[in-house]
């Protein structure tokens, strides 16, 4: 089975600090995901990485950036966390060259930014 | 803007009723359209999706309908069971030819509940 790990399920953080997310998955897969997810909004996509080294913004990346240094592995940054970036953060991957490319997703991250 | 537009946001649907979900895009150039289940404290997972050249999908009790000129599809939940309870999510893909990844655009969501 697909399997895509965050690194926590929940985080509470102060206004003005650095926070990382972490996200793996163990599929080979190519591409990785970020989302936000917040009600009466769905899923917004934040950045996304196709290859190791590789990032494109999606369609919210202001106040974010990624790292991808590892195949498995995408990170989540919030340079200066504010409390409009609370929010369930979701991680997904999935194959490049699937027609489908049917995303898999972690269980999410529940950050709360006080 | 929202390129994928969803309702109702929340559904209750008697058991053994039927649940339908709508959904419209804007966009001419989304090429696949998948559903996505989310059960509470979990991530999304892909139910079904369609193709726009189909204007049917069926599996099992779940069903979508797609009408491609009026850029309109819907997901149909027969025999609704108090298990079926969770959030659906649409979604389409733009066919990217750059080689980068293919971007699913998600509706807002639609808590759907089935009453026992």
């Known amino acids: 089975d697909v399997k895509v790990t965050q690194s926590s399920r929940y985080l509470v953080k102060r206004t003005g600090e650095k926070v990382f997310l972490e996200c793996v998955q163990d599929?080979?897969?190519?591409?990785m995901f970020w989302y936000r997810q917040d009600p009466g909004l769905g899923l917004r996509l934040i950045y996304f990485s196709y290859d190791v080294k590789m990032k494109e913004k999606g369609d919210i990346p202001e106040g974010y950036s990624v790292s991808r240094e590892k195949k498995e592995r995408f990170s989540l940054i919030l340079e200066s966390a504010s409390t409009n970036q609370t929010s369930m953060y979701l991680c997904a991957s999935s194959f490049r060259q699937k027609l489908s490319n049917e995303q898999f997703f972690g269980p999410g991250t529940r950050l709360t930014v006080l | 803007q929202q390129q994928v537009k969803q309702s109702p946001q929340s559904l209750i649907v008697q058991k053994g009723g039927i649940s339908i979900i709508n959904c419209a895009y804007e966009?001419?150039?989304?090429?696949?359209f998948p559903w996505y289940q989310q059960f509470p404290g979990k991530g999304p997972a892909l139910l079904i999706a369609i193709r726009p050249d189909v204007s049917e999908k069926k599996e099992g009790r779940f069903t979508i309908s797609f009408n491609k000129s009026a850029k309109q599809f819907s997901l149909h939940i027969m025999d609704s069971q108090p298990g079926d309870s969770a959030t659906y999510f649409c979604a389409a893909i733009l066919d990217i030819s750059s080689g980068s990844a293919r971007q699913l655009t998600f509706g807002s969501g639609t808590q759907l509940t089935v009453l026992p």
């Open positions: 599929m080979d897969h190519e591409n």
């Open positions: 966009n001419t150039a989304f090429d696949y």
